[in-house]
């Protein structure tokens, strides 16, 4: 008995090839279970080829030749496997209470029902989920209509929908999003356009030179970086999402990833893309792209001192000087102001369009009256409403007074640099002078990790 289940668990998993099958022979499994619970019957092998078969089995075996549309794409020997195991489990599952003596021992058949609930189980969890039916939406990829279960709807094309299943295919442009639509929407009601523009500057479906990476390549890349080939076949992806038609990442793509700060002329945005530019021709290609994120995500201390030691030396001289530290401190003080802003006015908007001034106010402020045209200057208006109590935009007065403060704290930290380096005025701080300091104090390696990866 326990040979028998062993073998029709392998004859399961080699017919059901894909998880798609897996879950229509569970479907069809459904049944069976609850022949056998009903029922209650004893084990019954299953029929030699040719005898003649119970009503229920032909009945069984009626509804796996109806999903063949649904497994249409699937082989035809698959399918042959996935329907003898059906049958062969029918057999099992009513045996739950009934032991046999295989080589001595006794088995309890339970071990076949557990199978079955595993299955059942799966088939209920699916069905539940293929209860919702997204009416007048059709599948772009199998042309399945109405797509049940969860609707994926692409974001950046007019009108483009995948069912579940062809989703994991992967077969659309990769540099388009996806809305997951669980709950179905009125069929009339469902947007017919792009519901916002493209997030990638690239096109993986862009006719450009760009070629599949090669196996050679990632080999190569492996070796210099510290990434495995799975991560490096999806940065891969991930570029060719974000280059141009010349297969390379340019300047403003770069600027375009940096978000609120792109506009900014800044020294630490500049550093940064020559630290991607590793072989300083204006651009980053795929090598530079990996080299570059293999530092800064899983680089270690050593590496990551060097190349913010790098990104001190404006001048390449191998050594810094006290207005090398002063400028780039101060051009990272300037993004970090930049991104606090950003989140503050980000914030600051929020909290306009959820105030509800109307709290505290009588009944009679409810209703609608002509507004005196006697009353004076009128406050400033925010979105409609007046600006909230306590919060009359004080934050533009606020950065003059933190920069002022910043630039004094600035030069103080750099000349308590140099003197903990024992350097004197005019003196050039070597590596190994700022390597040993930087471990000492973490600021100095804060403008390198302060933007994360960029990409």
Same mark, same amino acid.
């Given at each position: 008995m326990k040979?028998?289940?062993?073998?029709?668990?392998?004859?399961?998993?080699?017919g059901a090839v894909s998880v798609g099958m897996a879950v229509v022979v569970a479907h069809r499994l459904r049944w069976v279970h609850f022949v056998a619970v009903e029922s209650?019957?004893?084990?019954?092998?299953?029929? *030699? %080829?040719?005898?003649a078969r119970s009503a229920s089995e032909v009945e069984g075996a009626t509804q796996v030749i109806q999903a063949e549309d649904v497994l249409s794409r699937e082989s035809a020997q698959a399918l042959n496997e996935a329907r003898e195991t059906i049958l062969t489990l029918r057999a099992l599952g009513g045996a739950d209470q009934v032991t046999e003596d295989v080589g001595g021992t006794s088995i309890n058949s339970a071990e076949s029902q557990n199978i079955l609930n595993l299955l059942y189980n799966i088939a209920e969890d699916q069905a539940r989920k293929e209860g919702y039916v997204h009416r007048g939406i059709t599948c772009n990829i199998c042309s399945n209509s109405p797509v049940c279960g969860t609707r994926y709807k692409c974001g950046n094309c007019v009108d483009y929908d995948?069912? *579940? %299943?062809?989703?994991?295919?992967?077969?659309?442009d990769k540099s388009h999003m996806f809305i997951k639509i669980t709950i179905p929407l009125p069929p009339l009601a469902s947007p017919r356009a792009a519901l916002f523009k493209p997030l990638f500057t690239g096109s993986t479906a862009r006719d450009h030179s760009l070629q599949p990476i090669s196996w050679s390549h990632v080999k190569r890349l492996q070796k210099i970086t510290h990434f495995d080939h799975f991560e490096l076949e999806a940065l891969y992806e991930q570029y060719r999402c974000l280059c141009d038609q010349d297969a390379v990442i340019k300047r403003d793509t770069f600027n375009f990833c940096l978000g609120p700060l792109g506009t900014l002329n800044n020294l630490v945005l500049d550093r940064l893309w020559q630290f991607y530019d590793f072989n300083d021709d204006g651009v980053i290609d795929f090598d530079d792209f990996a080299k570059g994120l293999s530092v800064l995500v899983k680089g270690t201390q050593e590496e990551k001192t060097r190349f913010a030691f790098q990104g001190y030396d404006i001048e390449k001289k191998?050594?810094?000087?006290?207005?090398?530290l002063t400028k780039l401190l101060k051009a990272y003080f300037q993004v970090s102001i930049e991104l606090v802003r950003d989140v503050v006015k980000a914030c600051e908007e929020e909290m306009m369009l959820n105030f509800d001034d109307s709290q505290g106010k009588p009944v009679s402020a409810l209703f609608n009256a002509p507004i005196p045209s006697n009353t004076g200057q009128q406050g400033s208006m925010v979105n409609g409403k007046p600006p909230i109590p306590g919060n009359p935009g004080a934050t533009k007065n606020m950065w003059p007074v933190m920069e002022a403060m910043s630039q004094d704290a600035i030069e103080e930290m750099v000349d308590n640099v140099f003197k903990d380096a024992k350097l004197e005025l005019g003196d050039r701080m070597s590596y190994q002078a700022f390597k040993e300091l930087s471990t000492i104090d973490s600021s100095l390696m804060s403008w390198f990790d302060a933007l994360g990866t960029v990409f």
């Open positions: 040979e028998t289940v062993q073998n029709v668990v392998a004859g399961f998993c080699v209650g019957t004893n084990h019954k092998p299953e029929p *030699e %080829r040719g005898s995948v069912c *579940e %299943r062809c989703e994991p295919l992967d077969i659309h191998n050594s810094l000087s006290r207005e090398n």
